[in-house]
């Protein structure tokens, strides 16, 4: 059997911290995108993929091109590429 481990404050049993809904229900993936030669190429994919529903954090890494996409539910891998497409630029296939 497993142990059980209570808080107690002043005599009483503490209850435990609620779940972070927002943080179990989270997704990420992590895209390649070809063409980006600058800051200017991360911030206009940066904020069309950011716009897509449900995408709450939008990385690049410009030195390799990897875009990782942070959302409360799974992205079509398709709008994605759609939203980089919108911005100029290509996810790798």
């Given at each position: 059997m497993g142990t059980v481990t209570v808080a107690v404050a002043q005599g009483r049993p503490v209850p435990?911290?609620?779940?972070?809904?927002?943080?179990?229900m989270t997704t990420t993936k992590?895209?390649?995108v070809t063409g980006m030669t600058c800051s200017h190429c991360v911030g206009s994919v940066s904020a069309e993929v950011g716009?897509?529903?449900?995408?709450?954090d939008v990385r690049v890494d410009l030195a390799t091109g990897a875009?990782?996409?942070?959302?409360d539910q799974p992205?079509?891998?398709?709008?994605?590429a759609a939203a980089v497409d919108e911005a100029g630029y290509e996810v790798a296939k």
């Open positions: 435990p911290d609620p779940v972070d809904e927002e943080a179990v992590t895209y390649t716009r897509l529903p449900g995408v709450s875009v990782t996409v942070t959302s992205v079509d891998d398709e709008a994605v």
